[in-house]
């Protein structure tokens, strides 16, 4: 069993930076993709970036340049760093790994506001 708990999550005012980590127990099998995905009230879930056990990234287009993923060595630990934040960034950002399932954490709430 695997269980996700992210963290991180807080108040920044526009043009602020924030780390959101993402801890993860348990064993992950050798081939797994995580993502970080966000909700915004009123809107549909979209995912951010995503990391694959052979090293691959991928950001989505309104992140790109500003948001970075990354994990430690061990795979027990997934980050977002995200810079140059704005008021459209605030959501609850989640961390989701599929692996031989999909796992999903509790979110943490970023609010971009002056």
């Known amino acids: 069993q695997v269980k996700l708990v992210e963290s991180g999550g807080g108040l920044v005012q526009p043009g602020g930076s924030l780390k959101l980590s993402c801890e993860v127990f348990?064993?992950?099998?050798?081939?797994?993709?995580m993502y970080w995905h966000r909700q915004s009230p009123g809107k549909p879930r979209r995912s951010v970036a995503l990391?694959?056990?052979?090293?691959?990234?991928s950001y989505s287009e309104f992140v790109k340049g500003r948001f970075t993923i990354s994990r430690n060595k061990d795979k027990s630990m997934f980050y977002l760093e995200m810079i140059m934040l704005q008021p459209e960034d605030t959501a609850v950002y989640y961390c989701?790994?599929?692996?031989?399932?999909?796992?999903w954490g509790q979110g943490t709430q970023v609010t971009v506001s002056p």
């Open positions: 989701n790994v599929m692996a031989d399932a999909g796992y």
């Open positions: 348990g064993s992950l099998l050798d081939d797994w993709t």
């Open positions: 990391i694959r056990s052979d090293g691959g990234i």
